[in-house]
Protein backbone atom coordinates (compact mmCIF):
# COMPACT_ATOMS: atom_id res chain seq x y z
CA UNK A 1 0.00 0.00 0.00
CA UNK A 2 1.37 3.48 -1.14
CA UNK A 3 2.12 6.09 1.53
CA UNK A 4 -0.44 9.00 1.14
CA UNK A 5 -1.21 12.33 2.94
CA UNK A 6 -2.77 9.86 6.11
CA UNK A 7 0.53 8.22 6.73
CA UNK A 8 2.48 8.88 9.89
CA UNK A 9 5.95 10.16 9.82
CA UNK A 10 8.48 8.87 12.34
CA UNK A 11 11.59 10.75 11.99
CA UNK A 12 14.09 8.36 13.86
CA UNK A 13 17.35 9.70 15.61
CA UNK A 14 20.06 8.10 17.84
CA UNK A 15 20.93 10.49 20.94
CA UNK A 16 23.79 10.37 23.27
CA UNK A 17 21.36 11.13 26.92
CA UNK A 18 17.70 10.84 26.40
CA UNK A 19 16.99 13.21 29.51
CA UNK A 20 19.06 15.93 27.84
CA UNK A 21 17.33 15.58 24.54
CA UNK A 22 14.04 15.83 26.84
CA UNK A 23 14.36 18.51 28.72
CA UNK A 24 15.03 20.37 25.17
CA UNK A 25 12.26 19.30 22.79
CA UNK A 26 9.70 19.07 25.63
CA UNK A 27 11.02 21.77 28.08
CA UNK A 28 12.00 23.63 25.58
CA UNK A 29 10.51 23.47 22.37
CA UNK A 30 7.22 22.35 24.29
CA UNK A 31 6.47 18.81 22.49
CA UNK A 32 5.07 15.94 24.63
CA UNK A 33 5.89 12.93 25.81
CA UNK A 34 4.45 10.92 23.15
CA UNK A 35 5.72 7.53 24.51
CA UNK A 36 8.96 6.39 26.45
CA UNK A 37 10.34 2.49 26.71
CA UNK A 38 13.46 2.05 29.06
CA UNK A 39 16.26 0.03 27.96
CA UNK A 40 16.88 -3.09 30.68
CA UNK A 41 20.78 -3.45 29.48
CA UNK A 42 20.09 -6.53 27.43
CA UNK A 43 22.01 -6.20 23.62
CA UNK A 44 19.20 -4.77 20.95
CA UNK A 45 17.35 -3.33 23.63
CA UNK A 46 17.11 0.42 23.00
CA UNK A 47 16.05 3.10 25.07
CA UNK A 48 12.88 5.04 23.20
CA UNK A 49 11.95 8.44 23.98
CA UNK A 50 8.93 9.58 20.90
CA UNK A 51 8.27 13.45 21.05
CA UNK A 52 5.35 15.21 19.42
CA UNK A 53 2.01 16.51 19.48
CA UNK A 54 -0.56 14.10 20.08
CA UNK A 55 -2.82 15.03 16.90
CA UNK A 56 -0.17 15.48 14.64
CA UNK A 57 0.66 12.77 11.44
CA UNK A 58 4.38 12.60 12.65
CA UNK A 59 6.58 12.19 16.26
CA UNK A 60 10.44 12.31 16.58
CA UNK A 61 12.12 9.03 17.81
CA UNK A 62 15.05 9.49 20.19
CA UNK A 63 16.74 6.13 20.69
CA UNK A 64 19.76 4.70 22.71
CA UNK A 65 21.08 1.26 23.13
CA UNK A 66 23.38 1.15 26.15
CA UNK A 67 24.90 -2.14 24.93
CA UNK A 68 25.52 -0.62 21.87
CA UNK A 69 25.57 3.42 21.21
CA UNK A 70 25.38 5.06 18.25
CA UNK A 71 26.96 8.21 17.93
CA UNK A 72 24.90 10.78 16.78
CA UNK A 73 26.67 12.17 13.15
CA UNK A 74 24.50 15.03 11.85
CA UNK A 75 26.04 17.53 9.02
CA UNK A 76 25.02 21.48 8.98
CA UNK A 77 22.37 20.49 5.81
CA UNK A 78 20.69 17.95 8.57
CA UNK A 79 17.58 20.37 9.64
CA UNK A 80 13.86 19.96 11.63
CA UNK A 81 12.15 23.09 10.26
CA UNK A 82 9.78 24.09 12.10
CA UNK A 83 7.01 26.72 10.04
CA UNK A 84 5.93 29.02 12.62
CA UNK A 85 4.52 31.75 10.31
CA UNK A 86 4.86 34.43 12.71
CA UNK A 87 8.31 35.94 14.28
CA UNK A 88 10.02 33.51 16.61
CA UNK A 89 9.46 34.67 20.35
CA UNK A 90 11.71 35.91 21.90
CA UNK A 91 10.70 33.92 25.08
CA UNK A 92 11.04 30.90 23.40
CA UNK A 93 14.50 31.42 22.10
CA UNK A 94 15.20 31.77 25.52
CA UNK A 95 13.88 28.97 26.66
CA UNK A 96 15.51 26.49 24.06
CA UNK A 97 18.61 28.39 25.41
CA UNK A 98 17.72 27.39 29.02
CA UNK A 99 16.96 24.07 28.38
CA UNK A 100 20.04 22.59 26.51
CA UNK A 101 19.98 24.34 23.17
CA UNK A 102 22.89 25.83 21.21
CA UNK A 103 21.85 29.25 18.91
CA UNK A 104 24.25 28.85 16.12
CA UNK A 105 24.26 30.10 12.61
CA UNK A 106 23.05 28.25 9.98
CA UNK A 107 24.94 26.51 7.13
CA UNK A 108 22.78 27.69 4.37
CA UNK A 109 22.38 31.65 5.38
CA UNK A 110 18.57 31.58 4.14
CA UNK A 111 17.52 29.70 7.46
CA UNK A 112 19.41 33.04 8.81
CA UNK A 113 17.05 35.40 7.35
CA UNK A 114 13.73 33.21 7.54
CA UNK A 115 14.42 32.39 11.50
CA UNK A 116 16.70 30.66 14.06
CA UNK A 117 18.71 27.87 14.23
CA UNK A 118 19.49 25.73 17.30
CA UNK A 119 21.61 22.69 17.67
CA UNK A 120 19.99 20.23 20.01
CA UNK A 121 22.43 18.42 22.78
CA UNK A 122 22.79 15.72 20.29
CA UNK A 123 24.17 18.17 17.59
CA UNK A 124 21.38 18.26 15.61
CA UNK A 125 19.63 21.17 13.92
CA UNK A 126 16.73 22.44 14.37
CA UNK A 127 14.85 25.83 12.33
CA UNK A 128 11.84 27.65 13.80
CA UNK A 129 11.15 29.17 10.65
CA UNK A 130 9.23 32.46 10.40
CA UNK A 131 7.42 31.26 7.27
CA UNK A 132 4.83 29.90 6.61
CA UNK A 133 4.95 26.17 4.33
CA UNK A 134 1.89 24.16 2.52
CA UNK A 135 2.32 21.35 0.00
CA UNK A 136 -0.31 22.35 -2.08
Given amino acids: MPADATAHLRIARPSRDLEAAEV ?8 EVLYRHEADGASGKHALLMVGRPDASWHLEL ?32 RLGRHGGKRVPAHNPYWDTWGVTFQDPDGYLLVL ?4 WSNS
Fill in 24 to 31: FWVAGLGL
Fill in 63 to 94: VRDPAAPVDPRPTPEDLLVVYLGEPVPDSLIE
Fill in 129 to 132: STRT
